[in-house]
T-cell receptor, first 112, second 114 residues
Framework: QKEVEQNSGPLSVPEGAIASLNCTYSDRVSQSFFWYRQYSGKSPELIMSIYSNGDKEDGRFTAQLNKASQYVSLLIRDSQPSDSATYLCAVNPGGGNNDMRFGAGTRLTVKP | NAGVTQTPKFQVLKTGQSMTLQCAQDMNHNSMYWYRQDPGMGLRLIYYSASEGTTDKGEVPNGYNVSRLNKREFSLRLESAAPSQTSVYFC?????????????FGPGTRLTVT
């Protein structure tokens, strides 16, 4: 089992819809969780971080964390064609540990 | 404030050649990282430096060496390049003294080894 698993997609949604991206992780002691957006040929760009159970909202983005289920998700409301990218889930055990682990990413396409 | 910068952006090497990838950050972060990204594999950690003067192996260190030159700069060296090292290399930095330990990435170096 991979440490951080994501559906590779592609996930296709129409413009204006809600895109839901999911991630599961295997290390129960993980403390910090991140979503990065990566456009083709570009570097990963941090869009959300979360480390408490529940929801965290930032504009059109909502991160959801459930540590008991070892599950983190990203919701993108009112999806735009400019949201078309690969979304990487990352997990860090925290406590000064440098060992960030990344999922392989989910490719999202938002169709006009 | 440039964030994390990397040089070069592109490089083609022949098998057996050596090169050094350079990385610098101006965010006063203590920790720096080198990753490689291959299709379908996600980002894999090669080496990291938790603070100036320290370096540690990551998930895929074989064939690489690193130097933390000072707080700002962290270089990655390929002593004898192999085709398996064809990849996109990203440098990142973070501040680990307090949560949530976010990492910020440079623009990447696309390396092809023939």
């Amino acid at each position: 089992q991979k440490e951080v698993e994501q559906n590779s997609g592609p996930l296709s949604v129409p413009e204006g819809a809600i895109a839901s991206l999911n991630c599961t992780y295997s290390d129960r002691v993980s403390q910090s969780f991140f979503w990065y957006r990566q456009y083709s040929g570009k570097s990963p760009e941090l869009i959300m971080s979360i480390y408490s159970n529940g929801d965290k909202e930032d504009g059109r983005f909502t991160a959801q964390l459930n540590k008991a289920s070892q599950y983190v998700s990203l919701l993108i409301r009112d999806s735009q064609p400019s949201d078309s990218a690969t979304y990487l889930c990352a997990v860090n055990p925290g406590g000064g540990n440098n060992d960030m682990r990344f999922g392989a990413g989910t490719r999202l396409t938002v169709k006009p | 404030n440039a964030g994390v910068t990397q040089t070069p952006k592109f490089q083609v090497l022949k098998t057996g050649q050596s090169m050094t990838l350079q990385c610098a950050q101006d965010m006063n972060h203590n920790s720096m990282y080198w990753y490689r990204q291959d299709p379908g594999m996600g980002l894999r950690l090669i080496y990291y430096s938790a603070s100036e003067g320290t370096t540690d192996k990551g998930e895929v260190p074989n064939g690489y060496n690193v130097s933390r030159l000072n707080k700002r700069e962290f270089s990655l060296r390929l002593e004898s390049a192999a085709p398996s090292q064809t990849s996109v290399y990203f440098c990142a930095s973070s501040e680990l003294r307090a949560a949530p330990y976010e990492q910020y990435f440079g623009p990447g170096t696309r390396l092809t080894v023939t």
